[in-house]
């Protein structure tokens, strides 16, 4: 009981995910990063608010379905993920994200024939956003 | 009944030439404290999570973006995304429901120069 609370006030409690999103995972995954890129500060001293851009070119003829933002090293590593009902070639999104501590934040799209891309920018977070009581 | 209206300020706005078929920017902001439940206050408590859950934007009744947040969104939601705009105008709605069921909307009328 005391350490579940300790763990928990620590913020490594991971959430049960039906996916697997561990950054060995994702690693051994081998999705191609054509036509990702990802905008994300090397270096973060205000954890809570990080700024991350994305952007994505669909390989020719296809078309982008949806996209998920993966921080796997975070209590509950899916950030973001987003539907486009009406798949887009390209896409681009801005945004402002939550780390727990230094990791590689994942970009993985997912194209209307299934195919995934998917692509990793590291990150130096020095303070963690879970220790805030701002 | 519990209430199940949740209303948070807005900022929605639109960045670029407001002209039939143009690419534009939406810039969508939300007020809201995305509480991660992994917080204690000052006194020692565990601050309840509280976060939005779904957001879905529709274009004239036709739904172009659905988003899940999770507790990895920052305060205050903010997220920009591209439009093309439709050649005759119309409404942009948005609208959002917290992890407790509670859901509200905001709307934009295009217009066009």
Redesign the interface.
């Known amino acids: 009981m005391q350490l579940a609370a300790i763990s928990?006030?620590l913020?490594v409690t991971k959430s049960a995910q039906a996916e697997d999103l561990t950054q060995a995972h994702l690693k051994s995954r081998g999705l191609s990063e054509q036509g990702m890129t990802i905008d994300l500060p090397p270096l973060s001293d205000n954890s809570?608010?990080?700024p991350l851009q994305l952007a994505i070119q669909a390989p020719p003829g296809r078309r982008i379905q949806s996209f998920d933002?993966v921080?796997p090293e975070?209590?509950?590593?899916?950030?973001?993920?987003?539907?486009?009902?009406?798949p887009q070639a390209r896409?681009?999104?801005?945004?402002?994200?939550?780390?727990a501590m230094t990791q590689e934040v994942w970009v993985i799209a997912t194209l209307d024939d299934g195919q995934q891309l998917g692509k990793a920018a590291p990150i130096i977070v020095t303070a963690t956003?879970?220790f805030?009581?701002t | 009944m519990a209430n199940t209206s949740l209303q948070i300020p807005v900022r929605l706005t639109l960045a670029g030439p407001m002209r039939a078929h143009s690419d534009v920017e939406v810039r969508l902001m939300l007020g809201h404290d995305m509480e991660?439940g992994?917080?204690?206050?000052?006194s020692g408590v565990?601050v309840p999570k509280n976060i939005l859950e779904t957001l879905t934007v529709k274009l004239n009744q036709?739904?172009?973006?659905?988003?899940?947040?999770?507790?990895?969104?920052?305060?205050n939601?903010?997220?920009?995304?591209?439009l093309t705009l439709p050649p005759e105008g119309g409404t942009l709605v948005v609208t959002w429901m917290d992890d407790q069921g509670r859901s509200g909307s905001t709307r934009k009328l295009l217009v066009y120069e």
Do not use: V
């Open positions: 928990a006030s913020c809570n608010a990080i933002i921080a975070n209590p509950n590593p899916l950030i973001l993920r987003l539907k486009l009902p009406q896409y681009r999104l801005s945004t402002r994200i939550r780390l956003a879970c805030d009581e | 991660t992994f917080r204690h206050d000052s565990r036709t739904l172009i973006f659905e988003a899940t947040l999770g507790t990895g969104m920052s305060a939601p903010m997220l920009f995304f591209p």
